[in-house]
């Protein structure tokens, strides 16, 4: 089985370390990934206009390159996830999108559909590998760490199309938290926006809404929130001092337990 | 020679406007064997009526085509016209050119095209039709309900007052419904318990009426006037006819952490219980699933102090059968489980709940004594947020959103918030809606009351997340109208969750072969013009199965139920329908394919003798067909390998030569 694997521009910039704990827990459970070859930029956000084609072919050829090696797609930042999964859902449900894509993409020699199936690396953990692997294969036990999980928005929802989990009230990160020895803590802003890409245009409303979440989860009794979004941890982290909350990749975390980080 | 008449309705512009119905009425007079053709505007009205009657007299009629609206509509009244002028009601047929055609089409001429061609189907069917006339059979004088709720309740009244008698089959405890759990009715606040239970006395002592409740209907068999019933009754564990309803097996019961259904889980209950006080029958029951004597065999406490003797751990369920000659379903609703809508962490805090349960905590009977108090800390509300619309109006069906409008829930929101400002005016109430809909006698005075002198918030927007956060509920909203995102720190949050048909309907209607809508509402007859009716002969509606209703229309509807009721119980005999199968027994190899496929059991083996060409007779297995128990369905004639079975007025050859006419 190969699982191809789309890492994204800021999980080669910023967010360095996420990627490469990422790809060492993989290869530690025994699911190594690919990377696929000459992959361009999702585009960041998922275009919300339906006429919008052009910045999604770069999502789409690197879907199409999935289909034609093994027809897996694994993501593991949230934002790319996110249009991935939701450019696939519309090439395979919209028709008159699927067309106009196509007709872009025939240059290439590429016709798509909607064939491949994208998954984020969560759902890699619990459904190829299986929580109950991942438990056997950890090597330090996390315990006595009160963890919240934080999935912000782009995990998620839409939920039809995206799929993962139930969008209001989801379990698949505090499963895993679980899988690794620490204690999941359920807050109810878990699913709330951190004010994402405002942060460029007003900081005080990503402060406002961070607050608000690290303070219900330090309320609920968490010592540290996990995200797999490197714009939610940049916003996470930014405005945490308050809170008294760490904020740590999942990926972070999950190597820790797994004792494959370096140093 | 037969001599067919055609008659094409224009239904207004209905079939007009999509259907050249004179070019209809001209092709028609080219076909062999019509002799007369017209087209007319309204076909059902008196005077196009009289058309049809005057020419069946003026040419002699054999047979008369139709090309109108469905069956269904008009074939009734159709064939009373022409039975009136001595021609076989069962010389005439419908062809259906409006919803079948005109309504489904754009273009005109494809539109008549179809028309025509339907229309010499019609006519190919008319020529082989037979008279026939109808059996009569006898009415079974006794009416069951199925539910005991206020519908049901109403309905059995009606009915028992009328003189019949009627049995209540109710899969409670006890009757008395959604409504013994209320505390207040809008509009006009009077006490829900003081009106509903004096009623449930009335039916619990009607000698006409008899209640099998803690029961179920289990299977139905026959048909209209005739229906057999087999009614399970779930095993009690104690005996109805000596429980006295002393209670005392309810104090001495070491089993009390049972959650209490009545106040919906807010509370507990002993294992062997009482629902309420007010229980019609006032017997005790057994839970089976918590008593330590059924479970463990070990206590034995309510045997042993009740004087009655009532308690009998070895009971077990039983099975009876009861004739009716018609039925009633009455089986309400239930609350929608409101668990998937997470945003509003009605899973994640006690004090998020619903209006039902808002309901119990507000009663003088529920949990609290009638003293609001929240249920995780027991203290008094100073905020409240009412949300509207939980799952109603809502799309997501993966989430158990229901596409209609509850109906009730504005109302009832708005009775909470005065009710709660009455008591307590010092709290601060939220209304978080979509639109507030409150047609109905005093119903919108009702909700302006509430806003103008009670002084409750009513919001225009939608809640979007409720965060239990050190003992407060904070609600994040969206004021519309204000164009304003805004946070309530608030001690409750009541739900006005929508409301579901009875978890039962589903199975209760294919036993009754009752049809349903896609929420699982039951179907009427007519949607305007038999609205108290089911398609499935001698089944009635009574209440919220048929769709969301408040209490006023429940019992309108109840008491509609039950005037159809009696007017088919007050026959003697009923005409049956005509078009039932028959068998060739020259052609029948009695292989019983069509015993086992007939939905009413109306089809028997018989051994005959029959006499072969050589003078020697043979004894064969022949099908027979009740024409009093066979409901026309047709089943058995498309099953039956040889040709042998054959369905009145819907012969094989007949529906042939339809299809033959309509290929040529």
């Known amino acids: 089985m190969v699982y191809n694997y789309f890492p ?246 999950l190597a820790e337990a797994l004792d494959v980080k370096e140093g | 020679m037969q001599k067919i008449g055609v008659f094409v309705c224009h239904c207004g512009t209905n079939i007009a406007a999509t259907v050249d119905v004179e070019a209809v009425a001209e092709a028609a007079r080219h076909v062999p064997g019509v002799v007369y053709a017209q087209d007319y505007t309204y076909m059902c009205s008196q005077s196009g009526q009289d058309l049809i009657k005057d020419a069946v007299k003026k040419y002699g009629l054999t047979g008369v085509v139709i090309c109108s609206c469905s069956p269904r509509m008009h074939e009734k009244t159709f064939r009373k016209a022409v039975s009136s002028v001595g021609l076989n009601p069962y010389l005439l047929e419908i062809a259906n050119i409006r919803e079948q055609c005109s309504w489904v089409h754009k273009d005109k001429e494809i539109g008549t095209q179809k028309a025509i061609a339907l229309m010499k189907a019609a006519v190919a069917k008319v020529e082989l039709d037979a008279p026939l006339t109808a059996g009569e059979t006898p009415v079974v004088k006794r009416a069951l309900v199925i539910g005991g709720g206020i519908a049901g309740m109403q309905t059995a009244l009606d009915i028992a007052d009328a003189g019949y008698d009627v049995d209540i089959v109710e899969k409670n405890p006890t009757i008395g419904g959604k409504m013994a759990q209320l505390d207040k009715t809008f509009p006009t606040l009077d006490c829900s318990s003081c009106i509903v239970t004096p009623k449930m006395v009335d039916v619990g002592q009607n000698d006409r009426i008899h209640i099998y409740s803690y029961s179920e209907v289990k299977d139905v068999k026959g048909f209209v006037g005739n229906f057999h019933v087999t009614i399970r009754r779930k095993a009690r564990y104690v005996d109805e006819t000596k429980c006295t309803g002393c209670g005392l097996c309810m104090e001495k019961c070491p089993m009390k952490k049972v959650p209490n259904e009545f106040n919906l889980g807010l509370d507990k209950r002993s294992a062997v219980y009482i629902p309420f006080a007010q229980a019609v029958p006032k017997v005790a029951t057994i839970d089976p699933n918590y008593c330590l004597m059924l479970n463990k065999g070990v206590c034995g406490l309510c045997s042993k102090v009740c004087g009655a003797g009532a308690i009998n751990y070895k009971d077990t369920d039983k099975d009876i059968e009861v004739d009716y000659g018609a039925i009633v379903v009455a089986t309400g609703y239930e609350i929608m489980d409101v668990s998937k809508y997470d945003e509003y962490a009605y899973s994640q805090s006690p004090d998020v709940v619903t209006s039902l349960e808002y309901e119990r905590l507000m009663n003088a009977a529920g949990p609290t004594g009638g003293d609001l108090r929240r249920p995780s800390d027991g203290k008094h509300p100073k905020t409240i947020v009412f949300v509207q619309c939980v799952g109603s109006r809502e799309c997501d069906s993966k989430r158990g959103g229901k596409p209609y409008c509850s109906k009730i829930c504005c109302m009832y929101t708005a009775k909470h918030a005065m009710l709660t400002k009455d008591h307590y005016p010092d709290t601060d109430i939220y209304v978080f809606y979509i639109d507030v809909r409150t047609p109905g006698k005093n119903f919108d005075e009702f909700y302006r009351r509430a806003v103008e002198q009670y002084g409750v918030h009513y919001i225009k927007g939608a809640v979007g997340k409720v965060t239990p956060e050190n003992g407060k509920l904070v609600v994040q909203a969206s004021d519309l109208l204000m164009n304003e995102q805004m946070t309530i720190k608030a001690d409750m949050v009541v739900l006005a969750a929508a ?164 290929c040529r």
């Open chain 1, 8 to 253: 994204g521009c800021t999980l080669k910039e910023k967010a360095k370390d996420f990627d490469k704990w990422g790809r060492d827990c993989a290869s530690a459970l025994g699911v190594p990934l690919t990377e696929i070859e000459d992959w361009q930029c999702c585009g960041g956000v998922y275009p919300l206009s339906k006429d919008e084609i052009a910045v999604r072919l770069s999502s789409i050829r690197a879907l199409a390159y999935a289909q034609a090696h093994g027809g897996v797609l694994v993501t593991l930042c949230a934002a790319c996830h996110n249009v991935l999964k939701q450019t696939n859902y519309d090439i395979a449900n919209d028709e008159n999108f699927a067309l106009k894509a196509n007709n872009y993409l025939a240059a290439d020699g590429i016709s798509y559909h909607g064939e491949a199936k994208v998954i984020h690396y969560l759902e890699l953990l619990r459904d190829e590998v299986g929580f109950d692997a991942v438990k056997k294969a950890v090597k330090k036990p996390l315990a006595g760490q009160k963890i919240g999980a934080y999935y912000g928005c782009l995990l998620l929802r839409p939920g039809y199309k995206m799929d993962m989990d139930n969008p209001e009230n989801p379990s698949i990160m505090e499963d895993l938290i679980r899988a690794l020895g620490a204690q999941p803590v359920v807050y109810a802003q878990r699913n709330e926006c951190c004010g994402g890409y405002l942060a460029m245009e007003d900081s005080e409303l990503p402060k406002k809404r961070v607050t608000r979440i690290l303070g219900n989860a330090a309320a609920q009794g968490a010592d540290t929130v996990i995200t797999a979004c490197p714009l939610c941890y940049y916003n996470l982290k930014k405005y945490s001092q308050d809170s008294g909350v760490k904020v740590r990749y999942l990926t972070d975390v």
């Open chain 2, 499 to 662: 409301i579901e048909p009875s978890h039962s309907a589903r199975h209760l209607a294919t036993l009754l072969t009752a049809s349903m809508d896609t929420n699982d509402w039951f179907t009427e007859a007519h949607p305007k013009l038999r609205p108290v009716e089911s398609p499935t002969a001698g089944v009635f509606l009574s209440g919220v199965c048929q769709g969301p209703k408040d209490i006023p229309e429940t019992v309108a509807q109840a008491g509609a139920a039950a005037s159809k009721v009696i007017g088919l119980l007050s026959k003697d005999k009923l005409t049956g329908n005509p078009c039932v199968a028959h068998s060739d027994e020259m052609m029948c190899t009695g292989c019983s394919q069509c015993a086992d496929v007939c939905p009413y059991g109306a089809i028997t083996y018989v051994d005959k003798e029959f006499r072969m060409p050589d003078r020697t007779t043979k004894i064969r297995r022949v099908a027979q067909v009740n024409p009093a128990v066979c409901q026309g369905c047709g089943a058995c004639t498309v099953t039956c390998p040889s040709g042998a079975m054959d369905l009145n007025g819907f012969s094989n050859s007949e529906i042939m030569a339809e299809v033959d006419a309509l």
